[in-house]
């Protein structure tokens, strides 16, 4: 089971960018799938998350300018970025918490999206 990403990229100040993941393979069922972001020399930290009956969380400095959705099947998870600050740039990692054929806890990491905010 792997988590695929995509949407990076670079964008003036102001602008938005969309982030997507989604979990390849029918034995992983996830439960909290969420975004992490990591700035150079920074540590990884959470940016937003979404629980599998649509309970959000969302890092202090982004909200209200980041939105968190399930996509179109359980495993997969979208993050629109608005009003995007050069203090948003680093790299985005999707992360997926749920059960490997139904019964193993497990959590998985996607590759990391380089997102550059320039200014």
């Known amino acids: 089971v792997q988590l695929q990403a995509s949407g990076g990229g670079l964008v003036q100040a102001g602008g938005s960018l969309t982030l997507s993941c989604a979990a390849s393979?029918?034995?992983?069922?996830?439960?909290?799938m969420g975004w992490y972001r990591q700035a150079p020399g920074a540590e990884r930290e959470l940016v937003a998350d979404i629980e599998s009956g649509g309970s959000t969380t969302y890092e202090d400095s982004v909200k209200g300018r980041f939105f968190i959705s399930r996509g179109d099947t359980r495993n997969a998870v979208n993050l629109q970025m608005n009003s995007l600050k050069p203090e948003d740039s680093g790299v985005y990692y999707c992360k997926a918490e749920g059960l490997l054929l139904g019964v193993s806890p497990a959590s998985l990491w996607g590759k990391g999206t380089l997102v550059t905010v320039s200014s």
């Open positions: 393979g029918s034995v992983f069922s996830a439960n909290t």
